[in-house]
């Protein structure tokens, strides 16, 4: 059954809660601003008050918020999104911050200077690849478990000295369960006691055939320490991209996934933007999660200002109205209007949820008493 709750009412009235339960206790309806109203009270109401009501099928509310596929022929090629995976110690950070130096344009402009969960690198030749720098299987099925696939690639680090262990396993299923291709990173080649062979003939335990091994998966030596063979991965990289063939619509209302998010002191709420399609422009106006928001600037990892961000590319944004949730999904409405409904529609679903779960909670403490 369709129901409102006194609070949203009001809300929608554009009057306060308390002067509508007073009109409602006017005519003989005794509740609280927490209390919920069924469809033909509420419209009821609402006309008497002078609104016209327009009821709208929950399931209508959020109709075409994201977009149909797009057209083959405004298919562009794009850069690839890779996430490092592998066993605490391993290596991942060192990996990330040495990729991070690789960037050519970094050399120029002062270097990658802001950490905002995710990077992009340039290459020599202008090819780009983009690195989530939020490392953690935690944050992968988090993501994932929000319906946000972000990850084109999983670089699997593995310490030569080390071998498989238990979280490179871990990692192994959270790819394959995600259907994203591995590249296998032998790490700390520089140890003496690195074994990169070794780490081969294990990962067969784990049905990974590397290609030195007559299998499909491509491995790398490396060593993120000495910086050494960093192109070579890179090369893997940019190569099983290729396979991949990566495309996205850049002219079209841009669409995403939240990648981090926080409140800043200064700032208000700050949230990294990964774009999957289309170009994401100052002053558009987004629904994310259960927020919106005009967007009033577009930072990238150098802390710098842009008009916009295409796809695959990270980017801060400023201007939501609250904190969204990594893995949250963002896109591009028309007007604010539209986009606070949408967030309205769905921070009322949040909230019966949760007072859903407290009933629960309740009659089952209940239950127990007994
Ligand atoms: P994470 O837990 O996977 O993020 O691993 P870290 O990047 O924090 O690295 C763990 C430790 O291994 C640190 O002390 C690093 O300095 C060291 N380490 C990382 N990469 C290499 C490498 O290529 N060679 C050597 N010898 N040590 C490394
Ligand atoms: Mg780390």
Redesign the pocket.
Known sequence: PETITVQELAQRMAMRAVDLVKELMKQGQMVTANATLDADTAELIAVELGHSVKRVAEADIEEGLFGPPDDPADMKPRPPVVTVM?H????????LDALRQTDVVAREAGGITQHIGAYQVELEGGRKITFLDT?GHAAFTQMRARGAQVTDIVVL?VAADDSIMPQTVEAISHARAAGVPIIVAI??I??PDADPQRVRTDLLQHEIQVESLGGDVQDVE?????KQNLDGLLEAILLQAELLELKANPDRAAEGSVVEARLDKGRGPVATFLIQRGALKRGDVVVVGSEWGKIRALIDERGQQLSQALPAQPVEVLGLDGVPEPGDRFAVVESEARAREIAEYRQRKKREKASAKTAGAASLEQMMAQ
């Open positions: 592998g605490v110690d391993h290596g991942k950070t060192s990996l490392p680090v790490n700390k520089d140890r490396v060593s993120a320490l000495k």
